[in-house]
Every structure is written in C-alpha cells, then in structure tokens.
C-alpha cells in the first residue's frame, strides 16, 4: 500500500468554526489531491498540489483552502464549517498515472 | 462540463452469478479508470484502458471500451462476496485531474 495517511479519520464540528485536515506520504510523489465523496456524486475534486506551494482549484473548491509547505504534508483548511461540507474527505498522491487514496476523514458539521 | 452515469445505482446479486456494470459520458473520455473502493477505505485502481474497442481482463473481471470511447462496462463472472464494494469509472482528463461517475454499490451475497 502507498504511505498515505490522513487525520484525523473522525471529526465532528459545529458551524463556524474552522477545521484543517492533514494528509501526510512518505513516497515522496509530487501530486496530491483533496477529493470529497457524497452520496449520489462520487468523488468531486476539491484542489490539488502540483509541488511544493502550487496548488489549484479543482471542480468544488468554493469554502476550502489549501495549503503545501513541503512534498510530504497537504493541508485542507474549512475556514468556517458549513453543514453542506459535512462529507468524506479523501486525500490521494500520484506518480503520473496513477492515483493512490488515503483512508478517508469522516467530517460531520452540526 | 463532463458527466460521467453509471448503472445501475445499485446491485445485490447471489454468490456465483454474472453481472455487469456501465459507465456512460457525455463526452468522450480521455482514458478510462475503473476502481473499486471497499468501506472505510478509499479507491483503488483496477484498470485503465485507452483505446476505443480495447478489453482488459484481470481474472473475473473484463473491462470493455467503447468504440467511440464513450462508455465502458465491467463484467465479473462468478461473484465472489469479496467482489462488494463500489465500483467507479473516471476520466483522467489527460492528465491528473479525476473526474469520477456516481459509482455502482454492489453487494454479493451466499
């Protein structure tokens, strides 16, 4: 299995207040990847790192942020929870053909 | 933007017997992944296929591109109860970028 992990794997929050997932790998690959997955729509890309402090909006961006400080660590931040983004949040790495998905965080907003 | 159908939403079906799955675009795909995602974890990638007509097996599991590249389906012969799971196409877009279909549950039972 890649290295991937992400924490925490449970949270749950309350409207308003800021939530910052950690996804962490140790192979070193220069792609990674913040998916949400909901019922009815599979997996819709949030944003993505194309190295070290490059980062772009993929397709459902609105209310996240992103951050990438080194090719290990990728950070998704809610700035203010909403319970729209109640969701599970997938981090994933690539190569170049291939994406490898970390376990999930399962985040309810209330 | 692409969408990407599968069908059927769900699926339960009896040990031992055939099924097939299909995921339809609404424009043509750039290549085609399939992958099969089991509860509490994320996907895992089973194929990708490329060219229109091309068909990849990997043991029970027989994966067919359209001739337009615009569909795809997933046979499995013989289920096993260790083939539940989800199942999703998705479009590579040419590059790294996932757009994935609404997936398959499918659920074999003894």
């Known amino acids: 299995d890649a290295g991937i992990t992400q924490s925490p794997r449970h949270k749950v929050t309350e409207t308003g207040t800021p939530v910052t997932l950690r996804c962490h790998q140790t192979?070193?690959?220069?792609?990674m990847y913040w998916y949400r997955q909901d019922p009815g729509h599979g997996l819709r890309l949030i944003h993505y790192?194309?190295?070290?402090?490059?980062?772009d909006k993929g397709e459902v961006s609105d209310g996240y942020s992103v951050s990438r400080s080194k090719t290990e660590d990728f950070l998704l931040t809610l700035e203010s929870a909403t319970s729209s983004q109640t969701s599970v949040y997938f981090c994933?790495?690539?190569?170049?053909?291939?994406?490898?998905f970390g376990p999930g965080t399962r985040l309810t907003v209330l | 933007t692409q969408l990407l159908e599968q069908s059927p939403q769900f699926l339960s079906i009896q040990e031992g017997e055939n099924l097939t799955v299909y995921c339809n675009s609404s424009?043509?795909?750039?290549?085609l992944q399939w992958y099969r995602q089991e509860p509490g974890e994320g996907p895992v990638l089973l194929v990708t296929?490329?060219?229109?007509?091309e068909v990849k097996k990997l043991k029970r599991l027989t994966f067919q591109f359209g001739d337009a590249r615009k569909d795809s389906s997933l046979h499995i012969t013989a289920a096993q109860t260790g083939d539940t799971g989800l199942y999703l196409c998705?479009?590579?877009?040419?590059?790294?970028?996932?757009?994935f279909g609404t997936g398959t549950q499918l659920k074999v039972e003894l």
């Open positions: 994933a790495i690539s190569d170049l053909d291939t994406q490898y």
């Open positions: 192979e070193n690959h220069r792609y």
């Open positions: 790192s194309y190295g070290v402090k490059d980062t």
């Open positions: 424009s043509v795909f750039s290549s």
């Open positions: 296929v490329v060219t229109g007509g």
């Open positions: 998705a479009d590579t877009g040419g590059g790294n970028k996932l757009t």
